[in-house]
Nanobody, 123 residues
Framework: QVQLVESGGGLVEPGGSLRLSCAAS????????MAWYRQAPGKERESVAV???????TYSDSVEGRFTISRDNAKNWVYLQMNSLKPEDTAVYYC?????????????????WGQGTQVTVSS
């Protein structure tokens, strides 16, 4: 009932920047936390950044000070600005959104994942 579409991944040299975007659509009533996760080859998926409905943010130690998460509540978008990228940031990045949605006239909670977007940091 809720679709997430990500964009903005690609290949960038070390020290470069990328901005990821994620658009949520569907019969959304409200969105709570929005987050970005990543999964590198051979590793488990890990949380990168979270932003609450009130705008509070949390970052993993590995990206603190380099990445910035933000959201547009009017459009149901979440962004991840990634600066000073390192080869170890290479991974598939996923957005994750939780909130409330109308299904068959009933209010339901949801927790949805995007399809993932590849970020490769290499010279």
């Amino acid at each position: 009932q809720v679709q997430l579409v990500e964009s903005g991944g690609g290949l960038v040299e070390p020290g470069g920047s990328l901005r990821l975007s994620c658009a949520a659509s569907g019969s959304i009533v409200g969105i709570n936390a929005m987050a970005w996760y990543r999964q590198a080859p051979g590793k488990e998926r890990e949380s990168v950044a979270v932003i609450t409905s009130g705008g509070s943010t949390t970052y993993s130690d590995s990206v603190e000070g380099r990445f910035t998460i933000s959201r547009d509540n009017a459009k149901n978008w979440v962004y991840l600005q990634m600066n000073s990228l390192k080869p170890e940031d290479t991974a598939v990045y996923y957005c994750n959104v939780g909130g409330s949605v109308v299904v068959n006239s009933f209010l339901r909670t949801f927790n949805s994942w995007g399809q993932g977007t590849q970020v490769t940091v290499s010279s």
